[in-house]
Every structure is written in structure tokens, then in C-alpha cells.
């Protein structure tokens, strides 16, 4: 396996059991879609078969049981201890989590905060968990931060109800405004992870990433978890 251009990605992290996450942004290029041309980019990141989930923010969990398996299933969360294979998520202000065990078990979340409150992240680690999976580590990557995440009062009450009262707080104007990575923190200890890493990129307002909530865009960056 080569893993090309791994040094430019925004985010990189090594976990437990020698897990490898690594985060893009605008240098690597849309990683949305099929085709030769993301398949390419793709490879450039992470030379490995790639599972790419149809996301659709609810709380569903899959197994892969092979290098590139499962792929364009209905699903925001995939779990594996196949080596050689990288789990991927594609995001443009929800929250990627990646997940890792010494076991090897290894897991990727889309989290926005309609999975957030449907209980994607507790999912993923009980998935992790039922596989062999001890102590669970977590990093998040880039995503949205409250700083633009002006957010409804009775979504926000939805969110707070579940996750607690640290989801809750201002954007940049002083509006109320969803603190995403609050709410991916205090998800991750009630289902007993270590959070060990997080990215302080907010998508919407830092350099290099793309937003669907600053701009619509369509493309999306990638967090991709492997074991090498």
C-alpha cells in the first residue's frame, strides 16, 4: 500500500493499534460522486479499496467484512477488523468521527445533529464493541462550529435534550447556535470513548474546506479511517 500526499492532508492522526485517520480539504479535491476522476483522488489519500456509505443522517451502523464492502449502502456509521480496507465519510459541515481500538476494530461516523440526536455515535462504538473492541478512541474532524451554526430553538431543545446543556450556545451575531463538536464530545463519553484528537477547523468560516451552509456547494471533503 502507498498513501500519497498523505503530509498535505489538514488533518492527520495515528490511534490505537496503529489506526490511521486522515481528514482532506480543497487540495485534495472533491472526494463526492464515482467515477475514474474521484477514484483517482481518492487513491491519492488512501491507497486501499474505499467504503463509501449513501449517508442519510440517521443511526444506522454497518459491518464491513471486506476490503471495499458495503459500499453505497444507506447508512451514516461503518465498523470493520479487516485489515487493508479504509472507511470513509464524506462531510461539508457534519461531523466526521473516527474511531479505533488496539483489537484493530476500526469505525467511521457521519454525525450532523439529526444523527447526533438519533444516537449515531453510541451506535458505533456498541457495533466496535460486539466485535472485540476494548477501549475506544475517537478523533473528530473538520466541521462546522458554532460560530455559523445559527440554529432553531426547538431543534436545538431536541439536540439539548438528549446530549445536555453544553450543545447550546451563541454564533457570531449572538444568535443561538448548535455547538456541534460539544454535542460529538458529550456523545462520545456517555458511550465511554476517548476523545484523543479534534480538528479546530470550523468548515464554515476557516480556510480550505467546503460548507454546505456558507455556500450550497455540492462537493464534499473526506475523513478516511485505515489500518495499514
Same mark, same amino acid.
Given at each position: 500500500m502507498t498513501v500519497a500526499g498523505l503530509a498535505r492532508l489538514p488533518a492527520e492522526w495515528t490511534l490505537a493499534g496503529g489506526i490511521r485517520v486522515g481528514s482532506t480539504g480543497w487540495a485534495q479535491?472533491?472526494?463526492?460522486?464515482?467515477? *475514474?476522476?474521484?477514484? &483517482?483522488? &481518492?487513491?491519492?489519500v488512501v491507497d486501499l479499496p474505499w467504503t463509501v456509505l449513501k449517508q442519510v443522517h440517521g443511526a444506522r451502523v454497518v459491518v464491513v467484512d471486506r476490503p471495499g464492502g458495503a459500499v453505497g449502502e444507506e447508512a451514516d456509521a461503518a465498523v470493520t477488523a479487516v485489515p487493508a480496507a479504509a472507511l470513509a465519510v464524506l462531510t461539508a459541515d457534519c461531523a466526521p468521527v473516527a474511531l479505533a481500538s *488496539?483489537?484493530?476494530?476500526?469505525?467511521? $461516523?457521519?454525525a450532523g445533529w439529526k444523527g447526533l440526536r438519533a444516537g449515531v455515535i453510541a451506535a458505533t462504538v456498541q457495533a466496535m464493541r460486539r466485535m472485540g473492541a $476494548? &477501549? /475506544?478512541?475517537?478523533? %473528530?474532524? *473538520?466541521?462546522?462550529?458554532?460560530?455559523?451554526? $445559527?440554529?432553531?430553538?426547538?431543534? %436545538? /431543545?431536541?439536540?439539548?435534550? &438528549?446530549?445536555?446543556h453544553q450543545v447550546r450556545a451563541s454564533d457570531r451575531s449572538g444568535r443561538t447556535a448548535l455547538d456541534l463538536p460539544a454535542g460529538i464530545r458529550s456523545a462520545l463519553h456517555a458511550a465511554g470513548a476517548v476523545m484523543v484528537g479534534e480538528s479546530d477547523s470550523c468548515t464554515a468560516c476557516g480556510e480550505g474546506f467546503w460548507s454546505w451552509r456558507a455556500d450550497g456547494t455540492s462537493r464534499r471533503q473526506a475523513t478516511v479511517v485505515w489500518r495499514p
Open positions: 479535491g472533491d472526494l463526492a460522486g464515482e467515477g *475514474p476522476a474521484v477514484e &483517482r483522488r &481518492r487513491g491519492l *488496539p483489537e484493530g476494530v476500526m469505525g467511521i $461516523t457521519h $476494548t &477501549r /475506544v478512541e475517537a478523533v %473528530l474532524g *473538520p466541521c462546522i462550529h458554532s460560530c455559523c451554526y $445559527t440554529f432553531g430553538e426547538d431543534d %436545538l /431543545v431536541a439536540v439539548e435534550s &438528549r446530549l445536555g
